[in-house]
């Protein structure tokens, strides 16, 4: 499998970039050198404050940074073609993000006020040629406060049909809903009720997620 390398002088990056890629589960490998970089190490991941050494190196201003400005180079492309957010709205909104179909990130936003702020950052800190919102078309009054707050950073919303997104109500959580939202008419197939799936698999169920991705690489 790849993985990804890093190569820092900066204490802090070292610790924040570390505990993230673990966090993402992507396997990375601390470098001594600046020369010999193994071959599955397709992206350097630096602190700003480093010096720029190689043409896949990324010197990220933080560590979420980094990483998301790194997945398209661990997967062999240059950019991603089209990254979709999707937005779970409520009280407590859930966000996850689709990159040429594999799932990203999905997480949920403590406070609606954030979730502009959060898409702002995805926004300026992936590699694609096409961005676009899909937002469920529930909870009226939070979605239309979210929607209101997104029209400013100049990224194309859609309001799509969010029916099934929260099956089945055991599992189900706001960042799960996101993920389905933002492939609806895509890749999510609505799970049989009857069906028995913990919330580890029903990610891996439905979706392609970065591990998957990345063991197809090479």
């Not at 700003?48 to 010197?59: G, L, S, T, V, Y």
């Not at 492309?77 to 999905?106: C, K, M, R, S, W």
């Not at 997480?107 to 040629?129: G, T």
């Not at 469920?136 to 707050?149: E, N, S, T």
């Amino acid at each position: 499998m790849v993985r990804v390398g890093i190569f820092t002088l900066d204490f802090k990056f070292y610790h924040d970039i570390i505990a993230d890629l673990r966090k993402w589960k992507i396997p990375f490998t601390s470098l001594e050198s600046k020369s010999n970089i193994p071959r599955d190490i397709l992206v350097v991941l630096s602190s700003e404050k480093d010096e720029r050494f190689w043409d896949r190196q990324i010197n990220a201003r933080d560590s979420t940074y980094g990483i998301r400005n790194s997945l398209p180079l661990l997967m062999n492309l240059e950019t991603f073609d089209e990254v979709i957010i999707g937005v779970d709205p409520g009280p407590y909104p859930g966000l996850a993000v689709v990159a040429d179909n594999v799932l990203t990130e999905a997480f949920e936003m403590p406070l609606i006020e954030m979730v502009r702020s959060e898409v702002i950052k995805i926004r300026d800190s992936y590699r694609y040629r096409n961005i676009s919102i899909k937002i469920g078309d529930g909870d009226k009054p939070h979605r239309d406060q979210i929607i209101h707050d997104l029209i400013s950073t100049g990224i194309d919303i859609k309001v799509v049909d969010e029916r099934n997104t929260s099956m089945p109500h055991k599992i189900h959580n706001n960042a799960l809903s996101a993920a389905r939202i933002a492939s609806l008419g895509n890749i999510f197939v609505p799970p049989r009720n009857n069906e028995k799936m913990g919330k580890k698999d029903v990610y891996d169920r439905e979706f392609l997620t970065i591990q998957a991705a990345l063991n197809n690489v090479f």
